[in-house]
């Protein structure tokens, strides 16, 4: 079936520090790969994306790494700061034709001062 | 801020009652995707909309369904409510219909079925 899933439900940083934030999809058919961060009692915000045909893409202080052949997707947050703390969430399309969007259950990304 | 906004905020419903959910896309965004997000899980997509008809769904019964309008807003109708469809409705819109387009999530609007 699908699932996106993600390594640890937890991860706590200091301030300053970098966080790294794993997930696995299990479509090897899947073409296009989003992070979304969603804070308590808001919806999800798109952070960054990356389509099959890269391996790597750079953002604000955020990077996120495609390894299509173990199916394994990362985020990376330079600099963590306390406003990064939220639920991060991978998600994947199927290869579909419509805009369905697989999710994970997330992980809880949380930066002590 | 998406642009994206959903209402209400909150809703406490019954079990058998019939709910309607709504959304404001961005001005612009032809496409409008629902989704479900139970309680610490990621969200479920629901069904899709472009231009005013659906073209794509997932797994959720006859009794979800939905419309979408030319000014942009869009309903989500829950039919025969069930305890199991207590959670966060979240709306997202897109200004394409293809399958890399970003979407983009309204706060969502909190269910809760008795």
């Known amino acids: 079936g699908e699932s996106v899933g993600l390594h640890l439900p937890t991860l706590s940083v200091q301030e300053g520090d970098n966080s790294i934030i794993n997930c696995a999809y299990s479509n090897s058919a899947s073409d296009y790969f989003i992070w979304y961060k969603q804070e308590s009692g808001k919806g999800p915000q798109f952070i960054i994306d990356?389509?099959?045909?890269?391996d790597k893409r750079q953002g604000q202080r955020v990077t996120v790494l495609l390894n299509k052949t173990v199916k394994h997707l990362s985020l990376q947050i330079a600099a963590t700061q306390p406003g990064d703390s939220a639920v991060y969430f991978c998600?994947?399309?199927?290869?579909?034709?419509?805009?369905?969007?697989?999710f994970g259950t997330g992980t809880r990304l949380l930066v002590s001062p | 801020e998406t642009g994206v906004t959903q209402s209400p905020t909150h809703l406490i419903k019954t079990r058998g009652q019939q709910v309607t959910l709504r959304c404001s896309s961005q001005?612009?965004?032809?496409?409008v995707s629902w989704y479900q997000q139970a309680l610490g899980q990621g969200p479920q997509f629901i069904f899709q909309?472009?231009?005013?008809?659906?073209?794509g769904r997932g797994n959720f019964p006859p009794r979800f369904s939905g419309l979408q309008f030319p000014n942009y807003s869009s309903e989500l109708n829950v039919n025969a409510l069930e305890l199991d469809d207590s959670a966060l409705y979240l709306c997202?819109?897109?200004?394409?219909?293809?399958?890399?387009?970003?979407?983009?999530f309204g706060p969502g609007t909190r269910l809760t079925v008795l």
């Open positions: 997202a819109s897109s200004p394409g219909w293809g399958e890399a387009d970003t979407q983009y």
């Open positions: 990356i389509r099959s045909n890269m």
């Open positions: 909309y472009y231009r005013e008809e659906e073209n």
């Open positions: 001005s612009g965004h032809n496409t």
């Open positions: 998600a994947e399309n199927p290869n579909t034709g419509f805009q369905k969007l697989v």
